[in-house]
């Protein structure tokens, strides 16, 4: 069974600086793909950044410039280093697995970590 562990959540400044962390454990196919995404209140859950085995990253528009998403495989763990936090990125940030290769593929989320950025 595949879980993952977020960690790095909290309540921070506008202007500053969070690394969020999920451990992944269990049975990772060396073909995956790892994730964040967020949801706001009353908002749907949205990508905020991806990241293959191999190294291709992908992110929001909301984000580019500011977060950056990387990878220990040894370690099945991805980071979430967030710069120059707004207000409207404060959200539950959730962990995406999505393990294997198309079409051999099973999703996981992690149970979330909530950032809150203030004024």
């Known amino acids: 069974q595949v879980q993952l562990v977020e960690s790095g959540g909290g309540l921070v400044q506008a202007g500053g600086s969070l690394r969020l962390s999920c451990a992944a454990s269990?049975?990772?196919?060396?073909?995956?793909?790892m994730a964040w995404y967020r949801q706001a209140p009353g908002e749907r859950r949205e990508l905020v950044a991806v990241?293959?085995?191999?190294?291709?990253?992908k992110y929001a528009d909301s984000v580019k410039g500011r977060f950056t998403i990387s990878r220990d495989n040894a370690k099945n763990t991805v980071y979430l280093q967030m710069n120059s936090l707004r207000l409207e990125d404060t959200a539950v940030y959730y962990c995406?697995?999505?393990?294997?290769?198309?079409?051999?593929?099973?999703?996981?989320w992690g149970q979330g970590t909530q950032v809150t950025v203030s004024s």
């Open positions: 269990g049975t990772i196919f060396s073909i995956n793909t």
């Open positions: 995406n697995l999505v393990n294997g290769g198309s079409p051999y593929t099973s999703t996981y």
């Open positions: 990241r293959t085995n191999t190294g291709s990253t």
